[in-house]
């Protein structure tokens, strides 16, 4: 990924391809929201990695660090070339702010030709992930990612930050969900309550089939039929309302 051997339509492939079979792993139908699939382990979702959303990450922390690189050559080899780029694009004398300027822009339209190299991919993904880059105060680089601040002495931390922070975005995004985000709040309080995720223990095959479509508010309950007049028997055992507890006692 940090060098580029495969196109980012490819890891986008190969997401769309793993989807289906992951939630098909869980018992999950497509209408299951795909913030479960990638939020945060400590929200109670299943913090499977998104190879595409990782590949903008590591190209924006190798950036990062070949212009924070402790080898003063390599660095000033990266900012000549960065500054060389923002100059073709901007058609005259640049400075470093304008090298900033350059991994910030989202949209460019002075291209000189259709090669690309790494300072324009990863230009790309910092508009994918929305990550601006600047100077301090101290004339420090730093890039800001949501909430975050991130300078040189954080060289080590960029990836794992962006992460965080992208996982934390999908949280909130399914935690906002008026159905299948209602019952994920009360989940996020509770590391306990995802433990059965990290190692399986004290789950049984038939509750496996039945905690993923609970926790998302997808059981096909014929109680929870919103049309007037539906019939709400259990299927399985008859009562007159199948509910969550008629149909878990009876999977």
């Not at 769309?16 to 939020?39: F, H, M, V």
């Not at 100059?87 to 339209?109: H, M, N, P």
């Not at 039945?210 to 059981?219: D, E, K, V």
């Amino acid at each position: 990924m940090r060098t580029w051997q495969l196109r980012k339509a490819d890891w986008k492939h190969l997401n769309d391809a793993l989807r289906s079979l992951i939630k098909k792993t869980l018992y999950l139908q497509s209408p299951a929201s795909n913030e479960y699939l990638y939020g945060s382990s400590r929200a109670g979702s299943c913090a499977i990695p998104l190879a595409a959303e990782d590949l903008d990450i590591y190209l924006i922390d190798m950036a990062f660090k070949l212009l924070t690189s402790k080898d003063q050559a390599l660095e000033q080899i990266a900012w000549k070339v960065v500054q060389n780029i923002a100059a073709q694009r901007r058609r005259g004398e640049t400075s470093v702010q304008d090298a900033c300027w350059f991994l910030s822009e989202k949209e460019i339209y002075n291209r000189v030709s259709d090669h690309q190299i790494l300072w324009s991919h990863a230009r790309y993904a910092s508009g994918h992930l929305d990550v601006q880059w600047a100077f301090d105060d101290d004339n420090d680089l730093r890039i800001q990612t949501e909430d975050q601040v991130l300078c040189k002495r954080h060289r080590r931390k960029i990836a794992s930050t962006i992460h965080t922070q992208r996982h934390l975005h999908r949280d909130k995004m399914l935690h906002r969900k008026p159905d299948q985000g209602k019952v994920m709040k009360a989940v996020a309080q509770e590391k306990a309550s995802s433990a059965f995720l990290r190692d399986g223990s004290f789950t049984t095959f038939a509750g496996w089939k039945f905690i993923h479509h609970a926790r998302l508010n997808l059981l096909p309950l014929n109680e929870a039929r919103r049309q007037e007049g539906t019939n709400q028997q259990c299927r399985r055992c008859h009562h007159q309302q199948e509910t969550s507890l008629t149909w878990s006692t009876t999977a």
